[in-house]
């Protein structure tokens, strides 16, 4: 099993050149995180340290005169650093000065290192300083004393194993940003939208059940990368009904559907399909955003509706024929879209102690509205006092994918009753 050494260094001088090491700790873990031994020490340089260091660190000549010099402890160092990964922050300078020291000892020192400033600068773009502090900060990972070997070593096994889960060296185990725990413990698990906003651009999640979705979507993995790193907000919108967050979420996305499939029928009888552009007059059977999709829709369609090549012996066989393949077509049709009859979809969960209801009829329009009662058919609709709205390309997407999740689901969020003609 790989093992990590978690190793910060003090050092006596700001330049490279002058610098000895006057502290030295390190924490070994196993993958998983688990300690496994670790060793902190003092150590008396040759030359006196700098008043910046004394400073910065807190460590004086004094202190580190009667400590053991580099040489006294370099064997029990290089027994228990063997075999480890050696991990630091910025180990350009840490692990090279853990190097240089076995060196003028003629001690070999061949343990490969990582370091969590590069890959912290490669998974979290765009931060303004990605210092120790400032990446725990960013991470909202506790710290101790800043600038003291052990407690350094202690923040840097914490801010590698966050770096593991975004670059997908963890898999099993389920982690958050705290910040970001605060938002999923109050979320309600019932359908409605999530808008993750950045910098320059929003992401709108439209889900049956936000708090399982917002703990998907904000998890410490390689998938969440960009989200975790770059979210500034979110907002959480919570609906009664799946119906009623697809709604808000075809207002809020704003979908553009250019191209479409509608249906015409022929002086035969013969229902023909066509793709063109959008027209906000003509009633569609579906929206796409692209030729090619809506033209590979259609093919689909087409081709697995069976056609029946035959000499026609008169009329009544050019009827028939037609009558099958129109059949045929017809129930590819249903597969592709639900908005072939009218729908009442009733919420699983009640507002104000009132069921929400959403009437769909057909493709051409729909209302909402609350009611006590639980209505089962289209004999207890007052439609003169239900408000319709025409169904334009958005709502007409939203109603079908919703309403296709709902035949679908296992678990009910939305009750849909078939109500025939009204």
Not at 86 to 115: G, Q
Not at 181 to 201: A, D, S
């Amino acid at each position: 099993m790989k093992r990590f050494a978690y190793l910060d260094i003090e050092a006596s001088h700001t330049n490279w050149t002058d610098s000895e090491i006057i502290e030295v700790a390190f924490i070994i873990q196993d993958e998983r995180g688990n300690d496994l031994d670790y060793f902190q020490s003092l150590i008396k340089p040759e030359r006196p340290i700098e008043k910046e260091i004394t400073q910065l660190t807190g460590i004086t000549n004094k202190m580190v005169s009667k400590a053991p010099e580099f040489h006294e402890v370099a064997q029990i160092i290089a027994e228990k650093l063997s075999g480890c990964l050696i991990v630091a922050h910025k180990a350009e300078f840490d692990y090279e000065l853990l190097k240089k020291s076995f060196t003028t000892l003629n001690m070999p020192f061949k343990e490969k290192s990582r370091c969590t400033l590069k890959l912290s600068q490669q998974l979290i773009p765009e931060l303004k300083s990605y210092s120790l502090k400032s990446l725990c900060e960013f991470l909202q990972i506790p710290q101790q004393r800043n600038h003291r070997a052990y407690d350094d070593a202690l923040s840097l096994s914490k801010l590698h194993s966050y770096l593991r889960l975004i670059n997908g060296e963890l898999t099993e185990e389920k982690k958050f940003l705290a910040r970001h725990q605060k938002i999923i413990r109050k979320t309600p698990k019932r359908p409605g939208v999530i808008i993750f906003k950045y910098e320059n651009n929003q992401e709108i999640v439209k889900t049956d059940n936000l708090g399982n979705k917002l703990c998907e979507l904000l998890e410490l993995n390689s998938l969440n990368r960009k989200r975790i790193t770059q979210l500034k907000t979110i907002k959480v919108i919570s609906a009664t009904s799946l119906i009623e967050a697809g709604l808000i979420h075809s207002k809020l996305a704003k979908p553009i559907y250019p191209y479409c499939i509608y249906q015409v029928t022929n002086k035969e009888g013969k229902i023909i399909l066509r793709v063109a552009k959008t027209d906000l007059k003509k009633k569609a059977l579906y929206y796409t955003k692209t030729r090619s999709e809506a033209n590979k829709l259609l093919k689909n369609l087409i081709g697995t509706s069976k056609r029946v090549k035959f000499a026609y012996q008169d009329s009544s066989d050019l009827k028939n024929e037609i009558i099958k393949e129109n059949i045929a077509l017809s129930k590819q049709i249903k597969k592709l879209t639900r908005l072939q009859t009218n729908y009442l979809v009733r919420s699983v969960f009640k507002e104000n102690g009132r069921y929400q209801y959403t009437l769909i009829r057909s493709n051409k329009s729909y209302a909402t509205f609350e009611s006590d009662d639980i209505i089962a058919s289209s004999k207890n609709l007052d439609k003169a006092e239900l408000r319709f709205f025409p169904m334009g390309p958005r709502e007409y997407m939203s109603f079908n994918h919703s309403l296709n999740w709902i035949k679908n689901q296992k678990q009910k969020t939305d009750f849909l009753i078939d109500v025939g003609h009204i």
